[in-house]
């Protein structure tokens, strides 16, 4: 039997002087992979400084949810949408783009969709 390797992993990192939490998913989400990070991504937002948390999501790996998870995915979003500054999303062309305009509805800053790592660190980084 093969196991399907899925979760989020996370991680603070700079550009120059400015901090973002990075964000990477991997195969198709479940609820439980939200009970392990949500705490984790809750105590980053609280050390990250500045207007506006910014985030880099990698999606390269991402399969997508199960309903659950979309569900934990969305009230995470309501809870916090408020502290986000800048959202950038790579990876995934196609429904990446779709992702960041519903994005944009639940959260107080920019959200944007890249196919390359580089452009949407430059992108967080002006």
Do not use: C, N
Not at 25 to 53: F, K, N
């Amino acid at each position: 039997m093969k196991m399907q390797q899925h979760g989020l992993t996370l991680g603070l990192a700079r550009v120059g002087d400015v901090s973002f939490i990075s964000i990477k998913a991997v195969g198709r989400l479940s609820h439980e992979d939200y009970l392990a990070i949500t705490p984790m991504l809750e105590a980053a937002l609280e050390r990250v400084e500045g207007q506006g948390v910014r985030v880099l999501l990698d999606a390269r790996e991402l399969e997508g949810w199960e309903l659950r998870a979309a569900w934990d995915d969305l009230k995470l979003g309501l809870r916090h949408g408020h502290e986000f500054g800048k959202i950038a999303l790579y990876g995934q062309p196609g429904w990446l783009g779709l992702a960041a305009r519903v994005g944009g509805w639940f959260i107080s800053g920019e959200v944007r969709a890249f196919e390359e790592e580089g452009a949407a660190i430059d992108w967080l980084a002006q």
